[in-house]
């Protein structure tokens, strides 16, 4: 009885020093917000609304990785820019790659400092025909409304584009002239990997010698009303995007037909490996960017959740769960059969990976052959690349984007972190010290939908925030 008492004495004694370690590191974890630098906001004319309803107009759409460009709405889309914005174009140097992306160069005072890529991209993803009925105003009509601008690019991407133009042409008239060089890099296949856009541009710059200290694109944005227990829009700035990889999944056999199906029936095997390759997916694991998360999200959280941020080495499965930092596993597209009584021959499904940090395209390869039948041919598809190395937010330009962010949107927690879709900047590593990835577009769960989607719109307050961001970032970066 004596030694029954003691262990439950010595359990307790444990469970208690547990429960005091885990308020401990919870108390422990406070605020990494920085203060708001003191800024003077610009008076922004009401004239930018039309001009961002112009462009979005030019249908400047990516279909896939082969298609030729439109020459007449990307060439069209250049000329307007060049109407838009005469003073940029009279300071500005401008160099066309590829015959349609768009590399502006603003010299800089001091040729001897570092310079600054500012990045976007001009092309839009197609629209659904079946869907133009969904929409609140045609998608390429630019429509103007009081709230708001409506029409494809609005968030993707061409508002980030124009509102960089808009802050260059009023820093211009206003006299000034930036310490380092400033790049502005334009592709114009974002949307179908960037391979002859944003990746020629930044071959280009290599051959030139440019080394920059910091390159900033799309890829972050303000989140409302996103993450339970946050009051506060969030600020995500990241650091790091994941990789991309699909594998297309082929079965042959001989076929034959359905009134005597084999054991092994060509679709049931294919639709066996999803089922096998959705059951055992990539473990969820804790890399840089994430962790980054945890201590800048994990102080302004609710206190059980902020424990939970606070002990990752005892409740990592949740959190890391809700942060989706594992190497995810989506089938996207099936293909097998000619008619409802014949059994086909050859059955295929693409399954798509966005891959963590510290996997690879070849991992990920090894993962799907040994998970699925060896009588399965697995062939990488389409547009394949690694995950990006993770910048530094110790930098003094990363604390001058993240210190200029809390001045313009002084009310949002700022948050670096790790994205999961692809952008352009992964072409830039080579040539920058730091790359990251933000633009204040605010989205909330419901805003989450129109990337891509039906309906896509910014709000004018909104446009007016971007254009107010690019614009003091622009002054800070050139003050340092």
Known sequence: MKKIRNLFFALLAVLAMLAAILVFNTLRLSSKQVDPLPITAVDVPEEVFPRLSAAIQFQTISFNEDAIPDSAAFNGFHRFLEEAFPLVHQTMSLTKINGYSLL??????????????????????????????MWEAPPFEGKITEDHIIGRGTLDDKSSLMALLESAEMLIQEGFVPQQTIYFAFGHDEEVGGGKGAAKIAEHLKTLGVRASFTLDEGGFIAEGMVPGVDQPISMINVAEKGFASFRLIVETKGGHSSSPPRENTIGMLAQAIVDLENNQLPYRLVEPVEYQLEYLGPELPFLQRMAFANPWLLKGPVLEALNSHTSTAPTIIDGGVKNNVIPTVAEATINFRILPGENIESVKAHIEATVSDKIRVEPVGFLTNPSPSSSIDTKEYKLLESTVRSVFPESVVVPGLIAGGTDARYFYEISDGVYRYYPIRISPEGMTRFHGIDEKISKENYLEIIQFTYQLMKQLSSQ
């Not at 570092?114 to 869907?131: C, F, G, N, R, Y």
Request: glycine residues 6%; aromatic residues 6%.
């Open 104 to 133: 502006y160069t603003w010299q800089g005072a001091d040729p001897s400092q570092k310079a600054i890529v500012l990045m976007s991209h001009q092309d839009v993803v197609p629209v659904d025909e079946p869907t133009l009925g």
